[in-house]
């Protein structure tokens, strides 16, 4: 396992070498760098990215002048540092591993991925020197409910909407990946920097992102839905999907080609939507006059599913716009 030189980064300049560190490098942090390192030594392919959710345009797709090709993870435990080594230094020799010591890695980064947990940003951003050591450069969160307003109070007392390199300061960007980023089939969302990224910086944070999924772009206040559609998402996802292997095992079916079937049937039809089909002509055309199908969704229907599938992602938003907040036991006192 190589060592990475003590220089302070600089690669935010174009056309310069990167260094990327993760903060609190967990199962996203080494799922990011396992694509990225997997991306550099296969042959590229073009980076996709979803439509704006916001209705705005998501801003083209360029390739980035320069990638990260060093590494820092940043861990607390021997244990987190053994499973970084297994997971990714058989794809490089330019990784390094840090045990409770965040600074050097912040000091040694260009662009520092903030993947720790929510309750833990205060005091690992807090700590003595991080805030000066991570002047000029690009800070990525992907803390879910910790908008940037709240990370630039956290190193700078206010939020800013000034140039960030006139005013001494970091670049943040927020993003959510999901946990398909396992599988690299994430459905990660980037929002908005004000003031918006330089293009080179904007192409790279798409790049880096489109190694492990689908990438969109969107405002600031709508990450809170975002966080309950796509971060939530899979737990919705998969308690219909297990309902409706419930309800074939009911009839017969074996447990286990149950939730096969099921994942495949929601797995092509995923597939198909994603290809342009809009959902209501989709089902539409499986819901034969008099047929199963139809009686099976009027059943569905009657019993509020659509209603109450709706309500959730609704209730999920406003939870996470809380846990933001910092409020406490929020899932114990709402009705």
């Not at 003595?128 to 990370?151: E, H, N, T």
Request: with cysteine; proline share 7%.
């Amino acid at each position: 396992m190589a060592a990475i030189s003590n220089g302070v980064g600089t690669g935010l300049t174009p056309g310069k070498e990167m260094t990327l560190t993760v903060l609190g490098c967990g199962t996203l942090g080494t799922c990011i760098v396992s694509g990225i390192l997997s991306s550099l030594t296969t042959s590229p392919t073009p980076t996709k990215s979803m439509p704006s959710l916001s209705g705005i345009s998501t801003p083209t797709d360029t390739p980035p002048e320069n990638i990260p090709r060093r590494f820092v993870a940043c861990v607390t435990r021997p244990a987190s540092a053994k499973r970084i080594e297994q997971a990714l230094s058989s794809l490089t020799s330019n990784l390094t591993i840090l045990q409770n010591d965040n600074l050097r890695g912040v000091r040694e980064a260009d662009i520092v991925l903030l993947g720790c947990k929510p309750q833990l940003v205060q005091d690992i951003l807090s700590e003595p020197g991080v805030r000066d050591a991570l002047q000029g450069k690009l800070l990525i969160s992907i803390l879910a409910g910790v908008p940037s307003s709240q990370i630039e109070e956290i190193l700078y007392g206010s939020a800013s909407n000034n140039d960030p390199d006139v005013e001494g300061r970091c670049r943040i960007v927020r993003v959510l990946p999901n946990t398909a980023s396992m599988l690299r089939e994430s459905m990660t969302v980037i929002a908005y920097s004000t003031p918006p990224l330089p293009p080179h910086l904007d192409a790279l944070v798409t790049w880096m992102f489109s190694r492990i999924g689908q990438v969109t772009h969107v405002a600031p206040k709508l990450m809170d839905v975002c966080t309950a559609l796509c971060g939530s998402g899979p737990a919705f996802f998969s308690l219909f999907m297990e309902a409706i292997a419930d309800g074939a095992v009911a009839m017969g079916l074996p447990r286990k080609e149950a939730i096969f079937m099921a994942a495949q049937t929601m797995k092509g039809t995923a597939a198909m939507v994603l290809d342009g089909e809009h959902p209501a002509i989709l089902r539409d055309k499986v819901s034969t006059p008099g047929g199963c199908t139809i009686g099976g969704l009027l059943v569905l229907e009657e019993g509020r599913v659509r209603g109450s599938a709706a309500r959730g992602v609704r209730e999920a938003t406003v939870v996470a716009s809380q846990l933001g907040k910092g409020v406490q036991g929020v899932n114990g006192t709402r009705f």
